[in-house]
């Protein structure tokens, strides 16, 4: 196995620049940082670029992985250059962006969630992985909504992006061609004249959008939506963050 | 007003030790960024130490500021020393911490969280907002829970801690409490053998305990809960972000 100290090494340095999204276009691939992740992805049959770890993690994780990998012995302080996190665990895969995230399925089926410029990407990967535990069948990027494969997303994806589609759409598009394959679309209001989301029947298939964090979902998509919902607050809270928002619509959406 | 320019400032040294547990501690106040929560501390009557400001801070909330504060004009330098964001507003105050953080109430009534070895702040922060939001009466943080004054944990509550009470208390004591007091306390697992939460009926006044991120709830409490409770996951997912699972339980247990 190939040993890499030097972070002035080339494969370093365009494992590196996957934490940007220029670098994640360019190359076409990104970054899974942690075990968890490089399990998910083994279990999905992602193509694995390469695979990196220090010398501790392919003693501890050798054994767990496939053979004929490409794999890298990297130091600490490598693990330390290319991960997001403070202390990372040492192991680490460069995988294929997939190549369906740009579109719509011909015929839609399940429920999607629709991110209409959702800022932050810990809210982001949380409400994939959310939307994957609630069985949902896929998200929706507007523009405007933080990348997909940021490391900061892909840490909170937990390896959801495995298990649900991502697709880059814009919204008001995503949601005429809904409408019109005879779907509703629920936009999200922080407005009690809204419709309580405890009053809507489960469908099998529809698209809930959720806003910016500031400034909520745009207005001119709320005029468009099949219907708005709201979530009553009985306390004395403002609102509530987009993920929990998110969370608990999702859960109760997907009620049997 | 007095305008402090230098980092040097002893001033500026101790609102940066506000950073630190042991330096909230020490001070027995803690620091509120932003014009948000700042607002948020004067509408709740809470004792502002000292309000400190930029220039431009100044100009914009000056007309929004009580009179007769004990305010500082500092520089942007000082502003992005003192603050935990890249960005700061450049509006802040020092607070006093409450007084009651230490004890439950002799009657309880309401709802209440309690967080068992609850470690990102950002969860922590999400679930006191969302238990504000909910109607809840209060958090109890149990053991290994961070902070509840740490910058990120006060930048996610949103000001939510002048809305519900905050309690420092060991869980199995609060828990033997409530018990005593003839209210329920429900576990949270991971574990399809617990009780589905949708089965339970809703009761004015209660205890929820959430788990630690990794390791979900100490076992030992669970076995002195009235019951434990399980979000089923119909999707492919291994678990829900705790702050995610807190927000569905919260808003499912105070329905009407």
């Known amino acids: 196995m190939e040993k890499i100290v030097s972070l002035q090494n080339g494969r370093v340095k365009s494992w590196k620049k996957l ?10 691939t990104y970054l899974l940082d942690g075990w968890h992740l490089v399990k ?15 010398h501790d993690a392919w003693r501890e994780y050798r054994d767990d992985l496939p053979t ?34 740009t579109q719509l399925p011909e ?4 429920a999607w969630v629709f991110l209409d410029a959702v800022q932050d990407p810990g809210n982001i990967g949380t409400i994939v992985r959310t939307a994957d535990a609630a069985g949902f069948e896929g998200v929706v990027f507007g523009h405007g909504t933080a990348d997909q494969f940021s490391p900061k997303v892909v ?22 061609y809904f409408k019109r394959s005879g779907l509703s679309v629920y936009g999200t209001q922080l407005n009690p004249a809204a419709k309580n989301y405890r009053e809507l029947k489960t469908e099998s298939a529809f698209g ?3 806003g910016n ?4 979902m745009a207005p001119a998509l709320a005029d468009v939506t099949t219907n708005n919902l709201y979530i009553p607050i009985p306390g004395q809270a403002e609102s509530l963050n987009v993920a929990i928002a998110a969370g608990i619509l999702m859960f109760r959406l997907n009620e049997q």
Chains 1, 2 share one sequence.
């Open 19 to 28: 934490a940007t999204k220029k670098g994640r276009e360019q190359q076409k």
């Open 40 to 54: 998910e992805a083994i279990a999905a049959n992602e193509v694995l670029v390469s695979v990196m770890g220090t």
């Open 68 to 101: 004929g990998l490409n794999a890298f012995e990297i130091s600490d302080e490598v693990a330390k250059a290319i991960g997001d996190t403070v202390t990372p665990q040492g192991i680490f895969a460069e995988v294929k962006m997939p190549k369906t995230s």
């Open 107 to 110: 015929v839609i089926h399940g």
């Open 155 to 176: 840490r909170a994806m937990q390896g959801s992006q495995f298990h649900v589609k991502l697709v880059s759409e814009d919204l008001f598009s995503a949601t005429r």
């Open 208 to 210: 809930l959008i959720m």
């Open 213 to 216: 964090e500031g400034n909520g």
